[in-house]
């Protein structure tokens, strides 16, 4: 059975460092054609994909916030972490991370589909 | 990266048909044939129910299905059930690995 697990604090202070763990089980980091991305939603709001990290250790980031996103894996420990710079209250939101699958199309395959998402961890940003 | 185009809300009966849009550009949606889409009920995480515009992963009911036409992706319901009512988003592939989501629809079962 897949499942993935986040965890972090629940209260960051502005202007912070947020660092999320994502604890994976029933796969590994190291499959072929597997990834593992973070999507966020601000209460009430729709979702907003973060960042993803593939089995080649292939990083890519969302535009508007890759200046504060690092995303890494450690495969031992079945673990990806993403750490966001400089949290403000407008980064209050559940953070969720999931497994992300592709398909060819053409002679490429596309990451673009996530199939399995853990329960999300709700992170507060406030003085 | 701008949101996927989706309507706020849509409504239907039980046994009716439901359809959502999801209306992108020719960089996202009109480029591939890469979309998704996702049911969230409230509190809980998403769940996957349509990939590559219109496979239905193992265990999702063949009354949703997905197309595409240009830019505009679409998620069908049909014989909609009081236990469809939920926020619908829909995701595309948007080049050089990065993903948008639509805005996402609440549909009610009236």
Known sequence: ?127 | QSALTQPASVSGSPGQSITISCTGTSSDVGSYNLVSWYQQHPGKAPKLMIYEGSKRPSGVSNRFSGSKSGNTASLTISGLQAEDEADYYCCSYAGSSSLVFGGGTKLTVL
């Open chain 1, 1 to 127: 059975q897949v499942t993935l697990k986040e965890s972090g604090p629940v209260l960051v202070k502005p202007t912070e460092t947020l660092t999320l763990t994502c604890t994976v089980s029933g796969f590994s980091l190291s499959n072929a054609r597997m990834g593992v991305s973070w999507i966020r939603q601000p209460p009430g709001k729709a979702l907003e994909w973060l960042a993803h990290i593939f089995s080649n250790d292939e990083k890519s980031y969302s535009t508007s916030l890759k200046s504060r996103l690092t995303i890494s894996k450690d495969t031992s420990k079945s673990q990806v972490v993403l750490t966001m710079t400089n949290m403000d209250p407008v980064d209050t939101a559940t953070y969720y991370c999931a497994r992300i699958r592709g398909s060819w199309w053409g002679p490429y395959y596309y990451y673009y589909y996530m199939d399995v998402w853990g329960k999300g961890t709700t992170v507060t940003v406030s003085s």
